[in-house]
């Protein structure tokens, strides 16, 4: 998708720590389902990525606050959304 294109599109969602360029590329929806449907998806990476970490143990109320995000997310209809959870701001916003 041009860059172009991605700017017709009316939804837009992503992950970024606040204060910073986002790591990965935002990406542009046509429908808000869309865009709702890859922010779930950016929240259970990062679940499993927590829930399975050896090296250091995520406290549980990182766990817990993904958890509340995913339910509030998953029920959303068609309205932004921003939560910071750790380190990271996860977002859907209207793309103006």
């Known amino acids: 998708m041009t860059k ?51 090296d250091c143990e995520p406290t549980d109320n990182e766990i817990a606050e993904i958890s509340l995000a995913t339910d509030i997310v998953a029920g959303l209809k068609e309205d932004e959304f921003s939560a910071i959870i750790g380190r990271y701001c996860y977002w859907i916003m209207r793309n103006n």
């Open 4 to 54: 172009e294109q991605a700017n017709q599109m009316p939804w837009v969602a992503g992950v970024n720590m606040p204060g910073y360029m986002p790591d990965v590329k935002p990406e542009a929806f046509e429908t808000f389902a869309e865009a709702r449907d890859h922010l779930l998806g950016l929240l259970e990476i990062d679940y499993l990525y927590l829930a399975e970490m050896e």
